[in-house]
């Protein structure tokens, strides 16, 4: 099975899903001759042409719009927001329009889009190449989100994205793009939108997150069952619609659920998680559910001693689970 | 005079290469959709619907565009007064009273959108929603669409010039001369954003932004429906030759209140209304038609009486149709219905 960067993973979706359907095309900022900012469209362009994969002007609201038209009539775009920091101006084209297509239409019209914006810090970002938005868009009904942590996840879910009838928000994280590398078979496979992934079993504490933090946490757990706490670790994968069936049997499997995000705390997608497993279980827990988010500030600074205290890393999670397994 | 050149050409709309028969079907839109408007300000004060938002005064360009356009190819996407534009463009009455009283049949929304949101998937109405100009963009999208699926066809939108203050619009705009898509962009503007009046709003001429976007911009009498069909005809030739996008601003005046929400004289006067009650497109053009020799007073009569035979048809079967079921709002959220809790 072939190995490859998290970045060629969702490079390589795309390009099989552009030779797959001749309909599916790739709109952004300097996604055309440079190939991305973070070369994510490299090579697309000479294998495509410059019709499917379009350098637009620099002009998000645009960019998503364009894109909800050209589905409306049967495209099937694949919209890229440089950073999901850029995302906010076309918040209105994404909220107001593409989540409400199909509702407000009675089911007559419908919005399949893709958009995809890189997220997370740990880059020397500063504050505006570093946030996590999901929390803005979470709570849309009408859109489906979606955050791969791992090679795999990343093409088989923007291939499920592609083909989805409707509007998907893929958040990939800018960290993971050459850090992480992993398996991607090179067959047609793809992730199911909606269903969560158990990514290590274990009997004393149950952690859920999803993107980049599950690396820590899958290092923190193998360390830790050294000292013999055991972890259940449950990535969502899908934010919107959240699995509700698989966060409930991984919370039941341990009794004790602790979820990580690098989005800030208050309002974040671990609130709705939590609610989830209290409405349905809280008799059955045997800890307070615990949380381990970002700070609570409107985003992340540049100097690196800040950035380091507001970025997760494998020795705060496992401080946590630590916490939590001694509960 | 050469012999090639009938008699025909002594009138303006032959001169256009409009039938008497088109001609006479514009002025009976604009018209029907006149009466409508007024149907619904009387439900309204009757207590009978909720609200209604009116779009007297702007028949008269919408119907010159639209008959200017390919109903059989084109793509729509009004904004919430054009009420004679969907008219023109094949829906019905009944169908605009089955939105107005927000009924399960509803063909825009089942019911669900406020009155004047269209959208009608078999006419190539595209569906539309109350931020404004949302749908310049999709309007330059799905023209590019069209371009790469090499289809010959336009997109037209519609907005009013205080939407043209919004981003979407100037992007989308952007957009479209970038690529020279096939997209006319008409501005129907009434005077007035709400309350807000011209002089506040625009510091130019919304036309003369088109110079920055490298496409043409012209301004055209909107009282005029024979202008607005010439322009937005001129407007089509070119974007089927690939020569790209137009922005044509038709001038006209909100005749009616904002909506019956809104009391208009607290920003403007009686006088100033029925100034331009007296420029009216819709009777201007009923008497050109009369001066044409093919229209006269008694067939008009006759028009009223089917037009109001027409509207209390559909007036009634709007009221009578059933509601969606309540718990239908829950449909529809994601494709076959998938709930919003996952799997």
Same mark, same amino acid.
């Given at each position: 099975?072939?190995?490859?960067?998290?970045?060629?993973?969702?490079?390589?979706?795309?390009k099989?899903?552009?030779?797959?359907?001749?309909?599916?095309?790739?709109?952004?900022?300097?996604?055309?001759?440079?190939?991305?900012?973070?070369s994510?469209?490299?090579?697309?362009?000479?294998?495509?042409?410059?019709?499917?994969?379009?350098d637009?002007?620099?002009?998000?609201s645009?960019?998503?719009?364009v894109?909800?038209?050209?589905?409306?009539?049967?495209?099937?775009?694949?919209?890229?927001?440089?950073y999901s920091? /850029?995302?906010?101006?076309?918040?209105?084209?994404?909220?107001?329009?593409?989540?409400?297509? *199909?509702? *407000?239409?009675?089911?007559?019209?419908?919005?399949?889009?893709?958009? *995809?914006?890189?997220?997370?810090?740990?880059?020397?970002?500063?504050?505006?190449?570093s946030?996590?938005?999901?929390?803005?868009?979470?709570?849309?009904p009408?859109?489906?989100?979606?955050?791969?942590?791992?090679?795999?996840?990343?093409?088989?879910?923007?291939k499920?994205?592609v083909r989805?009838?409707?509007?998907?928000?893929?958040?990939?994280?800018?960290?993971?793009?050459?850090?992480?590398?992993?398996?991607?078979?090179e067959d047609?496979?793809?992730?199911?939108?909606?269903?969560a992934?158990?990514?290590?079993?274990?009997?004393?504490?149950?952690?859920?997150?999803?993107?980049?933090?599950?690396?820590f946490?899958?290092?923190?757990?193998?360390?830790?069952?050294?000292?013999?706490?055991?972890?259940?670790?449950?990535?969502?994968?899908?934010?919107?619609?959240?699995?509700k069936?698989?966060?409930?049997?991984?919370?039941?499997?341990?009794?004790?659920?602790?979820?990580?995000?690098?989005?800030?705390?208050?309002?974040?997608?671990?609130?709705?998680?939590?609610?989830?497993?209290?409405?349905?279980?809280? /008799?059955?827990?045997?800890a307070?559910?615990?949380?381990?988010?970002?700070?609570d500030?409107?985003?992340?600074?540049?100097?690196?001693?800040?950035e380091?205290?507001?970025?997760?890393?494998k020795?705060?999670?496992?401080?946590?689970?630590?916490?939590?397994?001694?509960? | 005079?050469?012999?090639?050149?009938? !008699?025909?050409?002594?009138?303006? @709309?032959?001169?256009?290469?409009?039938?008497d028969?088109?001609?006479?079907?514009?002025?009976?839109?604009?018209?029907?959709?006149?009466?409508y408007?007024?149907?619904?300000l009387?439900?309204?004060?009757?207590?009978?619907?909720?609200?209604?938002?009116?779009?007297?005064?702007?028949?008269?360009?919408?119907?010159?565009?639209a008959f200017?356009?390919?109903?059989e190819?084109?793509?729509?996407?009004?904004?919430?007064?054009?009420?004679a534009?969907?008219?023109?463009?094949?829906m019905t009455?009944?169908?605009?009273?089955?939105?107005?009283?927000?009924?399960?049949?509803?063909?825009?929304?089942?019911g669900?959108?406020m009155?004047g949101?269209?959208? @009608?998937?078999?006419?190539?109405?595209v569906?539309?929603?109350?931020?404004?100009?949302?749908?310049?963009? @999709?309007?330059?999208?799905?023209?590019?669409?069209?371009?790469?699926?090499?289809k010959?066809?336009?997109?037209?939108?519609?907005?009013?010039?205080?939407?043209?203050?919004?981003?979407?619009?100037?992007?989308?705009?952007?957009?479209?001369g970038?690529?020279?898509?096939?997209? !006319?962009?008409?501005?129907e503007?009434?005077?007035?954003?709400?309350?807000v009046?011209?002089?506040?709003?625009?510091?130019?001429?919304?036309?003369?932004?088109?110079?920055?976007?490298?496409?043409?911009?012209?301004r055209?009498?909107?009282?005029?429906?024979?202008e607005?069909?010439?322009?937005?005809?001129?407007?089509?030739?070119?974007? !089927?030759?690939?020569e790209?996008?137009?922005?044509?601003?038709?001038?006209?005046?909100?005749?009616?209140?904002?909506?019956?929400?809104?009391?208009?004289?607290?920003?403007?006067?009686?006088?100033?209304v029925?100034?331009?009650?007296g420029?009216d497109?819709?009777?201007?053009?009923?008497?050109?038609?009369?001066?044409?020799?093919?229209?006269?007073?008694?067939?008009?009569?006759?028009?009223?009486?089917?037009?109001?035979?027409?509207?209390?048809?559909?007036?009634?079967?709007?009221?009578?149709?059933?509601?969606?079921?309540?718990?239908?709002?829950?449909?529809?959220?994601?494709?076959?219905?998938?709930?919003?809790?996952?799997?």
């Amino acid at each position: 099975m072939p190995v490859m960067e998290y970045i060629d993973a969702i490079r390589l979706a795309m390009k099989e899903e552009m030779e797959r359907d001749e309909d599916v095309f790739v709109l952004g900022e300097d996604v055309g001759y440079k190939g991305g900012v973070f070369s994510t469209t490299k090579g697309l362009l000479e294998q495509f042409g410059e019709d499917r994969v379009m350098d637009t002007p620099l002009a998000e609201s645009a960019i998503a719009g364009v894109a909800i038209g050209a589905a409306m009539y049967g495209m099937k775009p694949i919209a890229e927001m440089q950073y999901s920091d /850029f995302m906010f101006p076309a918040t209105n084209q994404i909220i107001s329009e593409a989540a409400k297509i *199909r509702y *407000r239409s009675n089911n007559d019209w419908s919005c399949p889009i893709v958009i *995809r914006a890189p997220i997370g810090g740990g880059v020397f970002g500063g504050l505006y190449h570093s946030q996590c938005p999901e929390s803005v868009f979470f709570g849309t009904p009408g859109l489906k989100i979606v955050a791969p942590f791992r090679a795999y996840d990343a093409k088989g879910l923007l291939k499920a994205a592609v083909r989805d009838p409707d509007p998907v928000l893929f958040f990939e994280n800018k960290k993971c793009y050459k850090l992480i590398v992993g398996d991607v078979p090179e067959d047609d496979y793809t992730v199911p939108i909606g269903e969560a992934n158990v990514l290590r079993e274990g009997d004393d504490i149950t952690v859920i997150s999803y993107s980049l933090p599950l690396h820590f946490i899958l290092e923190a757990a193998e360390e830790l069952e050294e000292e013999g706490i055991t972890s259940h670790v449950l990535d969502l994968r899908t934010l919107q619609p959240l699995d509700k069936e698989s966060i409930l049997a991984a919370a039941r499997r341990t009794g004790k659920v602790l979820i990580i995000h690098e989005d800030n705390k208050f309002g974040g997608i671990g609130g709705e998680v939590s609610a989830i497993i209290a409405e349905e279980m809280l /008799f059955e827990l045997d800890a307070p559910i615990m949380r381990l988010c970002g700070p609570d500030v409107p985003a992340m600074p540049i100097n690196p001693p800040g950035e380091k205290f507001f970025m997760l890393n494998k020795d705060k999670v496992k401080e946590a689970m630590r916490q939590l397994a001694l509960y | 005079m050469k012999q090639s050149q009938s !008699i025909k050409n002594e009138t303006k @709309h032959a001169e256009l290469g409009l039938t008497d028969e088109q001609a006479i079907e514009m002025y009976v839109t604009m018209i029907t959709s006149r009466r409508y408007d007024e149907r619904c300000l009387l439900l309204q004060r009757a207590g009978k619907i909720n609200f209604h938002v009116s779009g007297i005064g702007q028949e008269a360009a919408q119907v010159g565009a639209a008959f200017a356009l390919n109903r059989e190819v084109d793509y729509f996407l009004p904004y919430y007064r054009d009420y004679a534009l969907v008219l023109t463009l094949g829906m019905t009455l009944r169908e605009l009273m089955l939105s107005l009283f927000a009924k399960a049949e509803d063909p825009n929304s089942g019911g669900r959108q406020m009155p004047g949101h269209f959208g @009608h998937k078999r006419l190539r109405i595209v569906t539309g929603s109350s931020p404004v100009t949302t749908q310049v963009p @999709h309007a330059v999208g799905i023209a590019l669409a069209a371009k790469m699926k090499k289809k010959e066809l336009v997109t037209f939108v519609t907005f009013g010039e205080g939407s043209s203050n919004q981003g979407d619009f100037h992007e989308g705009c952007n957009f479209a001369g970038v690529h020279k898509l096939p997209v !006319i962009l008409m501005c129907e503007n009434n005077q007035y954003a709400i309350s807000v009046p011209m002089h506040k709003q625009l510091g130019g001429r919304i036309c003369d932004r088109a110079a920055g976007y490298g496409f043409p911009g012209v301004r055209v009498d909107g009282n005029d429906p024979l202008e607005v069909f010439k322009v937005v005809k001129e407007a089509r030739a070119r974007a !089927i030759a690939g020569e790209g996008a137009t922005l044509i601003e038709a001038m006209m005046y909100r005749i009616s209140p904002h909506s019956t929400s809104d009391n208009d004289l607290a920003y403007r006067t009686k006088e100033e209304v029925d100034e331009h009650r007296g420029k009216d497109g819709v009777v201007k053009y009923k008497q050109y038609l009369i001066e044409c020799g093919i229209w006269d007073e008694e067939k008009d009569a006759e028009l009223m009486v089917k037009i109001r035979a027409m509207l209390d048809d559909a007036t009634e079967y709007g009221d009578k149709a059933p509601f969606p079921k309540p718990e239908d709002i829950l449909l529809h959220v994601y494709d076959g219905d998938q709930s919003q809790g996952g799997r």
